[in-house]
């Protein structure tokens, strides 16, 4: 029972790169989530996923875009990576749509991202 | 004002303890409330939601006080497993789940 998987788990990246974080979930959830984690701040929401095909700006949308591929797998792309960026990203996934009663999250396990 | 604020803590506690958290929220039109706990370096897990009348769950006690906008999580007998950060999250119609700095907890032997 996986549950929400993300890859990598750590990525190093040089300011300007690219790059793609993967997330999928296999409890047939509609709605996913990604979120980065601040030193001192609480989780902050990027962009989430009401159904597959929809996408919606979060609280930090800037700098990231996102594909809701398929139901199961959302992804997170930074195009061109900057210092600020640097941050642990959750995927996260709730069968129920946002902010609707009994919101609840199921993350994956993050990815550690650095970018000098 | 933060919409969700959390004392940081740390709450350093002996084992068997019983130790509280609060939790103040801004958004009276908040409508859902969680406590999650996220281990060093780890994901944020879904400790308990918080209903309005309160509830319990093993050695955990939620309440919700909406007159005072917050909301608390009591444990009792606490265990060196215990240690960790414990998140509160609130949430409303219109806005999605705002999530607190968080309070850590440090049990010792």
């Known amino acids: 029972n996986a549950g929400v998987t993300q890859t990598p788990k750590f990525q190093v990246l040089k300011t300007g790169q690219s790059m793609t974080l993967q997330c999928a979930q296999d409890?047939?959830?509609?709605?996913m989530y990604w979120y980065r984690q601040d030193p001192g701040m609480g989780l902050r929401l990027i962009y989430y996923?009401?159904?597959?095909?929809?996408?919606d700006k979060g609280e930090v949308p800037n700098g990231y875009n996102v594909s809701r591929l398929n139901k199961r797998e959302f992804s997170l792309r930074l195009e061109s990576a900057a210092p600020s960026q640097t941050s642990v990203y959750f995927c996260?996934?709730?069968?129920?749509?946002?902010?609707?009663?009994?919101?609840?999250?199921?993350f994956g396990s993050g990815t550690q991202l650095s970018v000098l | 004002r933060k919409e969700v604020e959390q004392d940081p803590g740390p709450f350093n506690v002996p084992e068997g303890a019983t130790v509280a958290f609060n939790c103040t929220y801004s958004?009276?039109?908040?409508?859902?409330f969680f406590w999650y706990r996220q281990d060093c370096r780890k994901e944020p897990k879904l400790l308990m939601s918080?209903?309005?009348s309160g509830n319990e769950d093993g050695r955990f006690t939620a309440q919700l006080n909406r007159a005072s906008q917050y909301i608390s999580l009591l444990i009792r007998d606490s265990k060196l497993s215990d240690s960790a950060t414990y998140l509160c999250?609130?949430?409303?119609?219109?806005?999605?789940?705002?999530f607190g700095t968080g309070t850590r907890l440090q049990v010792f032997p």
């Open positions: 918080v209903y309005s």
């Open positions: 999250v609130v949430g409303s119609r219109t806005d999605k789940l705002i």
């Open positions: 996923s009401a159904s597959e095909g929809t996408t």
């Open positions: 996260a996934s709730s069968e129920t749509l946002p902010g609707q009663p009994n919101e609840k999250l199921f």
């Open positions: 409890m047939n959830h509609n709605s």
């Open positions: 958004n009276s039109a908040s409508q859902s």
